[in-house]
């Protein structure tokens, strides 16, 4: 039973500090990459050092929005000079730190370089380089992540001796050793990877160039998320059963980076400090003599600040099992908010997997779901949820994990959250149903602008603005031009139309409606009535004036009716009032 859960979420995953969940999303450790570019006249004499460095300059300016704690590094390999003293035919161009702009701007400069800049050498040995590589990188400590080496290349065969070949055999065993991922780029369409590579580095770890050069260069300005658990509770099942779970977040609202104060004249960061001030007395007031008030009827209620805490303590934490439901019981209407993602915690409870696995696979056979009631903190108030399970996808041809094992959290409201639309949405006299020629032409438009949609091929185009013009700012350079994904193709979708969206407004819509001026939810009698500009007489002018009513009247009215009656008026509308009154001795 354990089995079912080795492709899921994992148990060595650290509990995070659960009175913040957007810091326990952010990733606590750094990842460090070093991109290893071929020097030589075959790459400079073509598109492939341009492309290498473009994708790498991209890759710079993505993580400095993506992953900013992350360090990265370029060398160039090949090279007549050498920047070490130790080792020979390499170049560092820029050593292993976080993306920043100069960093951004020295790479640009790198993608004008000629052969000249350097000179090619093929004297240089790959397994010397990747040594060279390895001593760039940090010690391994809590922070670190994975650690990578990325060769960009369209030589397929650098050594023809056997010696070179093995050296760089132990070097890539020793790399491997260490934890360092070791992967090649290979360029050009006449690269043939089994002449020496596929032996060396392995098949898997071999990438075609050109596909992977445009995923780096499409690489999308998106915070980062580690996959880390957001809080770790106990799931009770009865009185005396409780296994551990943790809770993962599926949806985080992406904002964007709050500013940061600095004193104008020193442009170093200002601490904000909040203090509580006396109004009798203007004295600063310390914690303990502050009192928190709360109204009830015409009582006011005092709490100490010790005893607002103990008021939020409705139930325990944890997640407590009220019980199953078929899934024909399932209501999209009482969605609350984005769910999470529930999965089983072997390391709080032992054996914690094998009971949640077997309540899944239960779940997933009758085709039920489960009730219950959450508490994910002491100062949060439990909320019902229901459970759906979801069953693991694998992708066939890579055999990775699209979905993993687990419940969905699908949070649910209370009676005195819901809200009745009944009296509103009700049918009135003026609403009649479609006839079937004007289903069928709604179900051909439908048909027609039917498309495969991802959210994860969309980002919001205000971040993406935001970050480019920060960039921009930062670089000096001009706001490179952007996509927005969110605007309609109007050309495209017309033409995907046809004369199906004219058959449907003239079935729809009665003849000689101007749908373009018409505004939506206003009738044509309504704006007739809009139209009838109101005329007070003398008498009734001189009425409203003694009941005081004049005030009821827009200022447009009152004017007319003062130029109807030769009243004299200046100013805003208390002043046309006045005149008013006074013209009628009021």
């Known amino acids: 039973m354990d089995d079912f859960f080795q492709l899921g979420f994992g148990s060595d995953y650290e509990d995070e500090d659960a009175n913040d969940a957007a810091k326990s999303l952010r990733s606590s450790t750094r990842d460090e990459s070093i991109f290893l570019v071929d020097f030589s006249s075959s790459m400079l004499s073509s598109s492939h050092y341009s492309d290498t460095l473009s994708a790498i300059h991209q890759t710079y300016r993505s993580k400095i929005i993506t992953s900013e704690k992350d360090l990265l590094a370029v060398i160039f390999f090949g090279t007549q000079s050498s920047s070490s003293n130790d080792y020979s035919h390499v170049q560092l161009i820029q050593p292993l730190s976080p993306p920043g702009a100069e960093s951004i701007r020295v790479l640009g400069n790198a993608l004008k370089y000629k052969s000249s800049q350097f000179n090619h050498s093929n004297d240089y040995n790959l397994a010397e380089v990747f040594l060279y590589a390895q001593s760039h990188f940090k010690a391994p400590g809590k922070t670190t992540g994975t650690r990578s080496i990325t060769v960009f290349t369209d030589n397929d065969n650098p050594h023809c001796d056997a010696k070179s070949r093995d050296m760089l055999v132990k070097r890539v065993e020793d790399l491997n050793q260490c934890n360092i991922d070791l992967s090649l780029i290979a360029l050009g369409e006449k690269f043939n990877a089994k002449l020496f590579y596929s032996d060396v580095l392995g098949s898997d770890n071999i990438h075609n160039g050109m596909e992977r050069i445009e995923d780096m260069m499409n690489i999308m300005k998106i915070k980062e998320y580690k996959r880390r658990s957001m809080v770790s509770v106990g799931f009770k099942i009865g009185n005396f059963c409780e296994i551990g779970v943790k809770v993962y977040k599926y949806v985080s609202k992406a904002k964007k980076p709050s500013a940061v104060k600095l004193d104008k004249d020193t442009n170093h960061e200002v601490i904000t400090r909040t203090e509580i001030i006396s109004q009798n007395t203007a004295q600063v007031l310390m914690p303990n003599e502050v009192q928190f008030i709360q109204k009830y009827a015409d009582e006011e209620?005092?709490?100490?600040?010790?005893?607002?805490?103990?008021?939020?303590?409705?139930?325990?934490?944890?997640?407590?099992?009220?019980?199953?439901?078929?899934?024909?019981?399932?209501?999209?209407?009482?969605?609350?908010?984005?769910?999470?993602?529930?999965?089983?915690?072997?390391?709080?409870?032992?054996?914690?997997?094998?009971?949640?696995?077997?309540?899944?696979?239960?779940?997933?056979?009758?085709?039920?779901?489960?009730?219950?009631?959450?508490?994910?903190?002491?100062?949060?108030?439990?909320?019902?949820?229901?459970l759906l399970p979801q069953k693991e996808e694998i992708d066939i041809e890579s055999s990775q994990q699209i979905k993993p094992p687990g419940f969905q959290i699908f949070y649910l409201p209370y009676a005195d959250e819901l809200r009745n639309l009944s009296d509103i949405l009700k049918d009135d006299e003026e609403r009649r149903s479609a006839s079937v020629k004007e289903l069928r032409a709604a179900h051909e438009i439908a048909k027609k602008l039917k498309f495969t949609w991802n959210p994860e091929d969309i980002c919001n185009p205000a971040l993406q603005k935001f970050y480019a013009h920060l960039?921009?700012?930062?670089?000096?350079?001009?706001?490179?031009?952007?996509?927005?994904?969110?605007?309609?193709?109007?050309?495209?979708?017309?033409?995907?139309?046809?004369?199906?969206?004219?058959?449907?407004?003239?079935?729809?819509?009665?003849?000689?409606?101007?749908?373009?001026?018409?505004?939506?939810?206003?009738?044509?009698?309504?704006?007739?009535?809009?139209?009838?500009?109101?005329?007070?007489?003398?008498?009734?002018?001189?009425?409203?004036?003694?009941?005081?009513?004049?005030?009821?009247?827009?200022?447009?009215?009152?004017?007319?009716?003062?130029?109807?009656?030769?009243?004299?008026?200046?100013?805003?509308?208390?002043?046309?009032?006045a005149a008013i009154e006074k013209h009628y001795n009021i």
């Open 471 to 577: 960039e921009a700012h930062a670089l000096e350079t001009d706001v490179s031009d952007l996509r927005d994904f969110t605007e309609i193709n109007l050309q495209k979708q017309k033409k995907r139309l046809g004369e199906s969206l004219d058959n449907f407004i003239q079935l729809v819509y009665p003849e000689g409606l101007n749908l373009k001026g018409a505004k939506p939810g206003v009738s044509q009698k309504t704006k007739e009535v809009k139209k009838e500009v109101i005329k007070l007489n003398g008498d009734e002018l001189e009425n409203l004036a003694k009941a005081g009513k004049l005030g009821k009247y827009t200022l447009p009215v009152l004017k007319a009716a003062c130029d109807e009656n030769f009243i004299k008026y200046s100013g805003r509308k208390q002043d046309v009032i």
């Open 301 to 386: 209620i005092e709490f100490s600040k010790d005893e607002i805490p103990e008021l939020k303590k409705l139930a325990p934490t944890g997640i407590q099992l009220l019980g199953f439901r078929h899934s024909t019981c399932f209501n999209p209407r009482f969605y609350l908010k984005p769910g999470d993602f529930l999965y089983p915690d072997e390391n709080s409870v032992r054996g914690s997997i094998t009971l949640f696995s077997a309540l899944l696979k239960k779940c997933l056979e009758r085709d039920m779901f489960a009730l219950c009631c959450i508490t994910l903190r002491t100062s949060s108030s439990p909320r019902l949820a229901w």
